[in-house]
């Protein structure tokens, strides 16, 4: 059977979640702090949900979200001036919203948990992994978006894809793609495209880099 639960739902308009990963955020709508306080006391989950376009209309409301979010649990709480919370997620699993069950004062969703897939052989994998590492090492060590250290100490197969697809410069409609696919290869594949194409642009720009005037003020 399917697990299934009911968590609290931060529906936000520019944040794609990932299993594995860890996310700090500053709460200071007053729903939220409800939510975090609740979190706390009940050991609740807190599920993050790219909202769909349009939110602007109704967000405070209870705009749609797209069907398919992460369930994170409280990784760190901290009390911030002005009643405020300064919190970290840790995403435990990819959860598809079933119904809304609670609306005020903030939303709380039954979901179910998607497992990941993974049907590819282990060569196979083990190969796609060692791509991944070695492309965003280099991506990492001229970009100051990425953070190589969040990846050194991983061995996890989903962690290292997840982490990877969480700190890339991509727009959250095609992080949504990625999120979505249940098929953990296939996320993989489409992470090491887009990465592929980040190395050659930054391979490209570099070997152009000594054209580039020292004085910014000349064209």
Not at 56 to 80: D, R, S, T
Request: a negative charge.
């Amino acid at each position: 059977m399917t697990q299934q639960d009911v968590i609290a739902v931060f529906p936000l308009p520019n944040v794609v979640f990932f299993p594995g990963t860890n996310l700090p955020l500053h709460i200071f709508e007053p729903r939220y702090l409800e939510m975090v306080k609740d979190a706390v006391q009940n050991k609740q989950l807190i599920g993050i949900f790219l909202l769909q376009p349009g939110w602007e209309m109704q967000y405070y409301g209870n705009p749609p979200v797209f069907p398919v979010g992460c369930a994170g649990e409280l990784l760190y709480v901290e009390q911030a001036p002005e009643d405020r919370f300064n919190i970290v997620l840790r995403g435990l699993y990819r959860a598809r919203a079933i119904e809304t069950v609670q609306e005020l004062p903030y939303r709380r969703m039954r979901v179910e948990a998607l497992p990941d897939i993974l049907t590819a052989e282990p060569d196979r994998i083990s190969q796609l992994q060692g791509q991944l590492m070695e492309s965003y090492g280099k991506l990492a060590k001229s970009m100051t978006k990425i953070e190589p250290k969040s990846l050194g100490h991983l061995n996890d197969f989903a962690e290292i894809v997840n982490s990877i697809a969480g700190a890339l410069d991509l727009d959250v409609e095609k992080k949504m793609e990625l999120l979505e696919e249940n098929d953990l290869f296939l996320r993989a594949q489409s992470v090491g495209e887009v990465l592929k194409k980040q190395v050659s642009l930054l391979e490209w720009t570099n070997r152009f880099a000594h054209l580039r005037p020292t004085d910014p003020n000349v064209n």
